[in-house]
T-cell receptor
């Protein structure tokens, strides 16, 4: 089946630094990638939708200058958390549509900002 | 604004019993609905999707959809301790998947 590989699985960074999270579709072309954030005991909240070769579409309340999304190829989308702060600590998950009602999720990245 | 509502639980069910999870949604125009299972610290796993009124069965799982009542449910028969997880109800809005807050299910051995 369709697989999305997400790296890193876990990262700890210092406050003020930037962190990049990568999601690669391994055996299919992901025209669209969705980025979610999940705080403890909360649901997945959609942050943005990235489309290959164009600017990402951000959900209301998500700072586009803080969460930079790049989708330069049909198999790679990246999320960069810039100038990270402790409140950005969360579980970040990407998802790609594989066709029809099929969606596959990455394994998630646990970000801890200290 | 499309919303998906779930009782956060926890819902405790004895092993071997039927677990019943419920979900309501606000947009009457929604067509596709999903149930995902999420273990702590992991990403969601699709259990099943449903888009027709009625029941859809897959092994021990049965999804039920009632569009008139804007209600989706998931039944888990012969509950096992490994079914203990958070169950997320979701719907498709355009190309996006919108999730409910999830119901924590605890199967009592």
């Amino acid at each position: 089946g369709a697989v999305v590989s997400q790296h890193p699985s876990r990262v700890i960074c210092k406050s003020g630094t930037s962190v990049k999270i990568e999601c690669r579709s391994l055996d299919f072309q992901a025209t669209t990638m969705f980025w979610y954030r999940q705080f403890p005991k909360q649901s997945l909240m959609l942050m943005a939708t990235s489309n290959e070769g164009s600017k990402a579409t951000y959900e209301q309340g998500v700072e586009k200058d803080k969460f930079l999304i790049n989708h330069a190829s049909l198999t790679l989308s990246t999320l960069t958390v810039t100038s990270a702060h402790p409140e950005d600590s969360s579980f970040y998950i990407c998802s790609a549509q594989t066709g029809g009602d099929g969606y596959t999720f990455g394994s998630g990245t646990r970000l801890t900002v200290v | 604004q499309k919303e998906v509502e779930q009782n956060s639980g926890p819902l405790s069910v004895p092993e071997g019993a039927i677990a019943s999870l419920n979900c309501t949604y606000s947009d009457r125009g929604s067509q596709s609905f999903f149930w995902y299972r999420q273990y702590s610290g992991k990403s969601p796993e699709l259990i099943m999707f449903i888009y027709s009124n009625g029941d859809k069965e897959d092994g021990r799982f049965t999804a039920q959809l009632n569009k008139a009542s804007q209600y989706v449910s998931l039944l888990i028969r012969d509950s096992q301790p490994s079914d203990s997880a958070t169950y997320l109800c979701a719907l498709r809005a355009g190309d996006k998947i919108i999730f409910g807050k999830g119901t924590r299910l605890h199967i009592l051995p």
